[in-house]
């Protein structure tokens, strides 16, 4: 069964360094999500990608982060100058059909900021 | 702002006893409505949608769906304990990026 895959699973990293998390959305997807949950509370919604562009953004996702499709395969996330409030778990996610489509989510990659 | 609530629990049930879990939501927009599992530590797994007022079957699991209410539900018939997880519910506003708007999730034990 086609997955969603995330790359590292897990990443420590000292507040200020640069992260990027990596993600290879299902073949026949077209749109394309990050989304993170701290330790206890909801899934929170990133950005949306599709046609090589962001087509939604939350408030969260500030200047400190970035996604790009660098290749047709790989889907990334950049932090780039991460804070102790940027760990949580980050899931990638993504879906055929967008608007009334089903999400399926990558098994995520757990940022830790020291 | 648009919000999906749930009961945090957590809700205790039986093994074999039906589990119903419930979601408000407070856009009037939204389409579609997602119902997934996420065990401890593990990312969520799609376990049903819904589009349409009425229920949906697929095996043990029956989402209901009330537009007029803005509510969804999800029963789960013949608890097992490998059905103890937190259960979010999500919802598409339609917007045309599909983002999905999660609920704060409720934790489900089945007692053996």
């Known amino acids: 069964e086609p997955e969603v895959t995330q790359t590292p699973s897990h990443q420590v990293t000292q507040m200020g360094q640069e992260v990027i998390l990596r993600c290879v959305p299902i073949?026949?997807?077209?749109?394309f999500y990050w989304y993170r949950q701290i330790l206890g509370q909801k899934v929170e919604f990133l950005v949306s990608?599709?046609?090589?562009?962001?087509?939604?953004k939350s408030e969260i996702f500030d200047d400190q982060f970035s996604v790009e499709r660098p290749d047709g395969s790989n889907f990334t996330l950049k932090i780039r100058s991460t804070k102790l409030e940027d760990s949580a778990m980050y899931f990638c996610?993504?879906?055929?059909?967008?608007?009334?489509?089903?999400?399926?989510f990558g098994e995520g990659s757990r940022l830790t900021v020291l | 702002q648009k919000e999906v609530e749930q009961n945090s629990g957590p809700l205790s049930v039986p093994e074999g006893a039906i589990a119903s879990l419930n979601c408000t939501y407070s856009?009037?927009?939204?389409?579609?409505f997602f119902w997934y599992r996420q065990y401890s530590g593990k990312s969520p797994e799609l376990i049903m949608f819904?589009?349409?007022?009425g229920d949906k079957e697929d095996g043990r699991f029956t989402a209901q769906l009330n537009k007029a209410s803005q509510y969804v539900s999800l029963l789960i018939r013949d608890s097992q304990p490998s059905d103890s997880a937190t259960y979010l519910c999500?919802?598409?506003?339609?917007?045309?990026?599909?983002?999905?708007?999660f609920g704060q999730g409720t934790e489900l034990s089945v007692k053996p």
């Open positions: 073949s026949n997807h077209l749109y």
């Open positions: 856009d009037r927009g939204s389409q579609s």
């Open positions: 999500a919802v598409n506003i339609g917007n045309q990026g599909g983002k999905l708007i």
């Open positions: 819904i589009y349409s007022n």
């Open positions: 990608f599709y046609n090589n562009e962001i087509s939604e």
């Open positions: 996610a993504s879906s055929e059909l967008g608007v009334a489509g089903e999400l399926f």
